[in-house]
């Protein structure tokens, strides 16, 4: 299983810190990672050559050059330059859609509305896959296994009118086959997919930004919300920044 560690980065500036998990549970505070020109964001933090060790993908933010780097604790053990896309491409989500062990990227163009897959292996580029183009009024929401088959999928959200659609993934490639989930509220974003209920199936945590209501749906493996179940209200400044899975 991963070892989880905590990743920092002094903003704005070039120091990263890595506090690495002990067995004993305490952090090791403050390891020192190589710097890196403030213009390099930190977009994803995942496991790109499949060693159970969290890696991290940058972007420059000025170039559009992509890196990765390969870690182990706070040491760099390799590092990956990779193609620079446009800056009219982001990073819409990440998930392992080949199910290899190393994570892979979703980009999104936030102009024309395309969508590509890459897929990487020891921190390399393996595939670029095109995927459909999609209106630029959704977003990808979340990324994860809607109905139970072991291969990722990518939730798309509406962030005008709230609807909601789930495109079913065969591993990198669209299925063609969609989930049509319930419209939900444009001011509640989704901030968590995740199986709160332990049926396997993924369920959704919705949080409205100006009321801090939360809502969760449990939903059934073919993307019928099951039950919405009101949560405990939390004052909006609280953001939800993880779910933890025993
Ligand atoms: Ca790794
Ligand atoms: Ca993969
Ligand atoms: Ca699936
Ligand atoms: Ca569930």
Known sequence: MAKTDLFWRFNPGTTNIIWALKPSGEFNAGLEVRPLDSSYKVQVIDDFNDDGLSDVFWRDSSSGIN?????????????RVLPTVDLSWGIA???????????????RNANSGENVIWTLADGQLQQGIVLPSLNTAFMAAAISDFNGDGNDDILWRNR?????????????????QRLDL???????????????????????????????DNVLWVMGSQGT???????????PAFALRGVYRP
Do not use: C, Y
């Open 160 to 176: 005008s009118t709230g609807q909601n659609q789930v495109w079913l993934m065969n591993g990198t490639t669209d299925s063609g």
């Open 67 to 79: 890196g990765i780097w390969l870690l182990d604790g706070a040491e760099v053990i390799g590092s």
């Open 93 to 107: 989500g990440f998930a392992d859609f080949n199910n290899d062990g190393s994570g892979d990227l979703l980009w």
């Open 182 to 212: 319930t419209t939900a509220d444009p001011f509640f974003s989704l901030v968590a997919a995740s199986d709160f209920n332990g049926d396997k199936v993924e369920d959704l945590l919705w949080r409205h930004s100006v009321t801090g």
């Open 225 to 235: 919300l099951a039950n919405g179940v009101i949560l405990p209200q939390l004052d």
